[in-house]
Nanobody, 122 residues
Framework: QVQLVESGGGLVQAGGSLKLSCAASGSIFSIDTMGWYRQAPGKQRELVATITRAGSTNYADSVKGRFTISRDNAKKTQYLQMTSLKPEDTAVYYC????????????????WGQGTQVTVSS
């Protein structure tokens, strides 16, 4: 089994910064693409950023220039550095990862974390 555990959410004033972490554990052979998504009240879950194993990144237009995704493959952990936060960034942030397990190395399954609340006050 594979678990993703997020940390680092909280309450911050507009213009402030937060750094989210997402650590993967369990029967992991390798991790392909990792990513962050968010869901605001009454809205659908949306992509924030993704990063491949090689380090190629992709960002939603709404966070470009403000958020930075990174990963540490040895620690099986990804990060989301958020700066210049805005009230519209308020949401539950979820991490996910495409994981190849020890018993199914040729197949990649997507796992999700439990979510962490980020609240930006104006």
């Amino acid at each position: 089994q594979v678990q993703l555990v997020e940390s680092g959410g909280g309450l911050v004033q507009a213009g402030g910064s937060l750094k989210l972490s997402c650590a993967a554990s369990g029967s992991i052979f390798s991790i392909d693409t990792m990513g962050w998504y968010r869901q605001a009240p009454g809205k659908q879950r949306e992509l924030v950023a993704t990063i491949t194993r090689a380090g190629s990144t992709n960002y939603a237009d709404s966070v470009k220039g403000r958020f930075t995704i990174s990963r540490d493959n040895a620690k099986k952990t990804q990060y989301l550095q958020m700066t210049s936060l805005k009230p519209e960034d308020t949401a539950v942030y979820y991490c996910n990862a495409a994981v190849r397990t020890l018993v199914a190395r040729s197949i990649s399954y997507t796992y999700w974390g439990q979510g962490t609340q980020v609240t930006v006050s104006s």
